[in-house]
């Protein structure tokens, strides 16, 4: 009945609570602590990574204008060079 109510009263969360207290007890402590290291480590990281991409957007030279598109100029002839003959076998007598 408590998924379809959505929203769980604070009696529910009294009893989650006792009812978690005498499963774990005394790892409880160890348990939420472990849980703190946890998020803190992740909020490190990600403010590691902030800082990154804060330092990579930051130190970027000016990026140059856009030069205009050179002008069309007729294409040149280029001039082939001359392929070299293989010289012909000359029959043996």
């Known amino acids: 009945m408590l998924a379809f109510t959505g929203i769980l009263s604070p009696w529910h969360w009294l009893f989650i609570l006792l009812i978690a207290v005498m499963l774990f007890g005394n790892r409880l402590p160890e348990i939420a602590r472990s849980l703190g290291r946890s998020v803190n480590e992740f909020k490190r990281g990600l403010k590691d990574v902030k800082d990154n991409l804060?330092?990579?957007?930051?130190?970027?030279p000016p990026r140059e204008r856009l030069q205009p598109p050179p002008e069309k100029r007729e294409p040149e002839q280029i001039e082939q060079p001359e392929q070299e003959k293989e010289p012909s076998e000359t029959p043996k007598e």
């Open 54 to 60: 804060d330092s990579e957007l930051n130190d970027d």
